[in-house]
């Protein structure tokens, strides 16, 4: 078995793509909510597409709190979320 030699310490950081592009994917307020946690580390997100799910108030507020941190932030789509009323869209 080959082994991959051994990589500093400062290069073990997070990884997070610049781009999110998660069309359709059943997410619900929940999922929204863990996804808020993931990009508390990604302040070089620069879109993020959430179309056609269903994130709710709870899950659109979630999302609200950690986007203000992707300052490098260019594109976010939340079309189609049926569950999220004008409360958790404000948040964002």
Do not use: Y
């Amino acid at each position: 078995m080959h082994q991959l030699p051994a990589l500093p310490q400062d290069s073990c950081k997070p990884f997070c793509p610049d781009c999110f592009n998660l069309i359709e994917n059943g997410i619900q307020s929940d999922g929204a909510a863990s996804l808020a946690g993931v990009l508390e580390q990604c302040a070089s997100l620069t879109h993020l597409n959430l179309h056609d799910n269903q994130i709710g108030d709870a899950g659109a507020e979630s999302l609200g709190g950690v986007l203000a941190l992707c300052t490098a932030m260019t594109d976010l789509n939340l079309c189609d979320n049926r569950q999220a009323g004008q409360r958790g869209l404000q948040e964002c």
